[in-house]
């Protein structure tokens, strides 16, 4: 499958379409207008087009030396299993290289962590956990 990356942000109404199919907007808890402003807001992304259609993102926000968050990677339901998702996180990796980062951190989805661990990534030690605080 011939396949476009880009590093441009989407337009908004592919962004939110592309996100819909995630369903993680589904307690509405950000408008689509700021969803989109985050993206926007990053530091890196990623968009992967097949025939002009968004079927593929991903985003970094870093301080652009050591802190580094990979988020929002999502490739739409008809695509996956297609190695599309690979692709993303690999544009996503080759960035942090070449800037020079050392250490990516993700927070991983319920069923995910293979499709992560794949790719080198290792959960945190349980002595050291992520922690969250919703507010
Ligand atoms: C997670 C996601 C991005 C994976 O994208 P994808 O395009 O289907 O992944 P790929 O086809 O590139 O898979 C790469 C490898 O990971 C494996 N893999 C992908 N998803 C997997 C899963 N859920 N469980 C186990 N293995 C998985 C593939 O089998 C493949 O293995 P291989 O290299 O040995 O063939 C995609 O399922 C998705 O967008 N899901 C909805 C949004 C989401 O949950 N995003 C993750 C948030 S943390």
């Known amino acids: ?33 700021q969803l989109y402003t985050a993206i926007c807001n990053s530091w890196y992304s990623v968009s992967i087009y097949h025939n002009r259609h968004l079927i593929g993102f991903g985003r970094i926000i870093s301080d652009g030396v050591y802190q580094t968050l990979i988020c929002d990677v999502m490739v739409h339901p008809e695509y996956q299993k297609q190695g599309i998702g690979k692709k993303l996180m690999e544009a996503l990796i080759n960035k942090c290289e070449e800037e020079g980062i050392k250490w990516v951190q993700l927070f ?26 919703f507010i």
């Open 108 to 133: 991983c989805a319920k069923g995910k962590q293979e499709f992560y661990k794949k790719l080198g990534f290792v959960g945190r030690e349980s002595e050291a956990p992520g922690m969250s605080l």
């Open 1 to 33: 499958m011939e396949i476009d990356i880009n590093e441009l942000s989407p337009v908004k109404e592919d962004f939110i379409s592309l996100h819909q199919t995630t369903g993680w907007n589904a307690k509405g808890l950000y408008t689509y207008d």
